[in-house]
């Protein structure tokens, strides 16, 4: 699962999404650095790898994440960006 996003800065990012209670956090500690963040108001987690970052977190029943290898103020804008949308 994974949407490629074309943004307006530099490069590609990926969106990855999926019900929150069919998937867990999976933080990789021996190839990268990490660290809690906040979303909105929510728990999320940033982490650094060499070839890029990724964002995690949970939203509204849904499990969110972004990666690439642009920077985090770019990231973390799409992600406090994302809204619910009512059907």
Request: charged share 25%; hydrophobic share 35%.
């Amino acid at each position: 699962w994974g949407k490629r996003l074309i943004n307006q800065w530099q490069g590609t990012i990926y969106l990855s999404e999926g019900i929150s209670d069919t998937v867990s956090y999976n933080l990789d500690l021996e190839h990268s650095a990490y660290k809690e963040i906040d979303i909105n108001g929510v728990k999320g987690y940033f982490q650094k790898f060499e070839d890029g970052i990724l964002i995690s977190w949970n939203y509204g029943g849904f499990y969110f994440q972004l990666s690439g290898a642009e920077g985090i103020d770019e990231m973390l804008e799409i992600a406090e960006s994302m809204k619910a949308v009512e059907r």
